[in-house]
Structures are given as structure tokens and as C-alpha cells.
């Protein structure tokens, strides 16, 4: 089961308004968006990435583990969003989340895995790991089934 990682010259192409934008409401609506696995296998071992990922950073309420939480990285933009399998921030808080924003964060997460299934294997190998070195994601770990 290959891993794929991000290069540091795909990660030196960040996106605009990660950081050091004001924190100002905003009134464009950033919705939750839905997960379906694609399999049964999908769904375990994202369960069980989050799970575990969870259990180690348990007494630490600076880290978020989310699994299948949208993250917005454009201000003003809900089109342009990435929902990671597993995705762990360090610095933010631990609290629920209806959705993650960049910009109010101050920060992209600093680990994504991706759990790809035949279906997805491509537009995850490709696409989202060109985005989320864009994004400033500082480790993208591909996990092909």
C-alpha cells in the first residue's frame, strides 16, 4: 500500500489568506459538508485513523483531530474546499467544528491523511495534494487501499 507525501516545493506555493487575515465575520455561509465511505473498508480505516490520532493527543486541548470536517482556505469562497479523511492542527482548539477556515484559524492543518479507494485513488494523488500544498498543509499522507 503506496504513501504519497507533499514535496516541499509543492508546499512553497501557500495560499493567500491563510494567515494574518483579521478575524471578521463573514457573510458568506460555509456549510458542513456530507461523507459517505466508499467502502467499508474506507470507513474503518478512517475510523480508526481518527480514533487512534485521537487517543494520542487525548490530554492535549491545543490539538484538533478531525475526520471529515471541511476545510474552507479562501475567504469569501465556499467553493474552493478540501474535506480530509483525518486532518490534526496543533495550536487551535480542541472544540467542535461545524467547518474549518484558514483564515480564522490563522492556519492550514499540519497533517492530512487520505484514505483512497480505487474510485478516488487519482483525484486524491493529483488534485487534493496539489491543493493541500497550496494550502500550506505541511504533511499529506495518501494511504491507497
Known amino acids: 500500500m503506496p504513501v504519497t507525501t507533499a514535496t ?9 489568506g491563510v494567515a494574518g487575515a483579521s478575524p471578521e465575520p463573514d457573510e458568506i455561509e460555509y456549510p458542513e459538508r456530507n461523507w459517505i ?3 467499508t473498508a474506507h470507513g474503518d480505516a478512517v ?6 490520532l485521537r487517543n494520542h493527543f487525548r490530554d492535549r ?8 470536517l471541511a476545510v474552507y482556505y479562501r475567504r469569501d469562497d465556499n467553493d474552493h474546499w478540501l474535506q480530509p479523511d483525518v486532518q490534526v492542527v496543533f495550536g487551535v482548539s480542541s472544540e ?8 480564522e484559524e490563522g492556519k492550514a492543518p499540519e497533517f492530512v491523511l487520505e484514505v483512497a479507494s480505487p474510485a478516488t485513488a487519482d483525484k486524491d494523488a493529483e488534485y487534493k495534494m496539489r491543493e493541500y500544498a497550496r494550502m500550506g498543509v505541511y504533511r499529506v ?5
Open 8 to 16: 516541499e516545493t509543492e508546499r512553497s506555493g501557500l495560499a493567500t
Open 37 to 39: 465511505a466508499q467502502s
Open 47 to 52: 475510523l480508526q485513523a481518527a480514533a487512534a
Open 61 to 68: 486541548t491545543d490539538v484538533l483531530v478531525a475526520m471529515e
Open 96 to 103: 467542535n467544528r461545524r467547518s474549518y477556515r484558514t483564515w
Open 141 to 145: 499522507t495518501l494511504f491507497r487501499q
